[in-house]
Each structure stands twice: as C-alpha cells, then as structure tokens.
T-cell receptor, first 114, second 117 residues
Framework: DAKTTQPPSMDCAEGRAANLPCNHS???????VYWYRQIHSQGPQYIIH???NNETNEMASLIITEDRKSSTLILPHATLRDTAVYYC???????????????FGQGTILTVHP | GAGVSQSPSNKVTEKGKDVELRCDPI?????LYWYRQSLGQGLEFLIY????????KSGLPSDRFSAERTGGSVSTLTIQRTQQEDSAVYLC???????????????FGAGTRLSVL
C-alpha cells in the first residue's frame, strides 16, 4: 500500500471549514484513498473514500488532485465534536496479501476551538 | 441497528494471567478484524477473519496471542500469560461483503482497555 504523509496537527475555528491535506505521491492506479477519524476514547470512524473523482457525503468532501498524488478532506462547518485524529489511508480495493488490514499512520490531530 | 460490540470495556489483570476479549460484529458482516492501540501509538493490525477462509494472523505479536471466530460471527481474542507490554486498547472491526472498495470500510467497536499490572 502507498505511504501517506499528513501534518501532525492543525487548528480550526468552530464554524469554519477544516481542510486536512494528505500526500500520497506513490499511489497506484488501483488504490483508493480512505479517510477515518478517531475521537478520543472511541474506535476509528469511517468518513469517506474515493478513487479519482471528488466525493461528498453527509460528513465531508474529498478532493483528489488530477494526478492523484494528494488529497484534501474538507469538513465544511467544523464543530467542537469534530476534534479528533484524522487518518488518510491508501490501499487497493481488494486482493493481495495485505487485503483486510488497514495501516494507520500517525494522522493529523485536528483541534476545533470556539 | 447495533454496531460492533466489545466486552468487557475495561479489563485489569495481573501479569501471567490469561484474558479473553470478546467481539460481536455487525450482523451480516463477513469480515472481522482485531487491532490494538498502545498509549499514544497508532493502530496495529493483529488478525483478520474473512468468511470460512483461513485467518490472516500475520499481525499477532507472539504465540501468546490467539483468536477464533465461531459460526462466522462472534470472535474471541485470547492472550495467555499476559505481560505488562500487552496493556493497550484492543479494537475490533467488521466490514460487509459487497463491492471490493467497500470492503475497506471497517466499522469499529469502542474497544477493550486492557491493563496488566
């Protein structure tokens, strides 16, 4: 699976958009970008995923650059409850010896302040 | 519907004792995973079950760790002769069958916090 690079921490004011970057310059053509977050004392929570096109759901938007070497997770109106560690993960859809396990890096600690 | 359920939520044990951690996945999910998270560390994959296939045990740190999944549903992670370095939060996740890309969407339980004294 491709390696990802995320900033260790970010701050955001409540009500503003939080834009979390992720670099994955070695991504392969069959690898998807997944985002999870982990709120303190909880298990990780799936947010969104994408392959090439930008994606949006009720939680967030995912913007993937045309060359797919980086992506940005956007929380359009951050709230205090969005304070968490955000993980960007790149992996194939299925198959291979690593199928089934997610590799979580250190992620980005997002702090939303009033 | 119910999410992934883990029990107990907290477990304190003495060094050298055996412990069993339980995971009830989301009904109908075919894949089940165990991870652990030590204090201030990232998540570490332990083991993966998919249907009736042989489990992927590549992440188990030693032969003191084992897991089983009975009837394709409930799973138990067993740690024998616990050591202080086994102290961590043990997380279970499950994922549904379906599109290949969605098999990487894992639903996590709240975890079991294990403390070995």
């Amino acid at each position: 699976d491709a390696k990802t690079t995320q900033p260790p921490s970010m701050d955001c004011a409540e009500g503003r958009a939080a834009n979390l970057p992720c670099n994955h310059s070695t991504i392969s053509g069959n690898e998807y970008v997944y985002w999870y977050r982990q709120i303190h004392s909880q298990g990780p929570q799936y947010i969104i995923h994408g392959l090439k096109n930008n994606e949006t759901n009720e939680m967030a938007s995912l913007i993937i650059t045309e060359d797919r070497k980086s992506s940005t997770l956007i929380l359009p109106h951050a709230t205090l409850r969005d304070t968490a560690v955000y993980y960007c993960i790149v992996r194939v859809a299925a198959g291979g010896t690593s199928y089934g396990k997610l590799t979580f890096g250190q992620g980005t600690i997002l702090t939303v302040h009033p | 519907g119910a999410g992934v359920s883990q029990s107990p939520s907290n477990k304190v044990t003495e060094k050298g004792k055996d412990v069993e951690l339980r995971c009830d996945p989301i009904s109908g999910h075919t894949a089940l995973y165990w991870y652990r998270q030590s204090l201030g560390q990232g998540l570490e994959f332990l083991i993966y079950f998919q249907g009736n296939s042989a489990p992927d045990k590549s992440g188990l740190p030693s032969d003191r760790f084992s897991a089983e999944r009975t009837g394709g549903s409930v799973s138990t992670l067993t740690i024998q002769r616990t050591q202080q370095e086994d102290s961590a939060v043990y997380l279970c996740a499950s994922s549904p069958a379906g599109l290949k890309e969605t098999k990487n969407i894992q639903y996590f339980g709240a975890g079991t916090r294990l403390s070995v004294l």
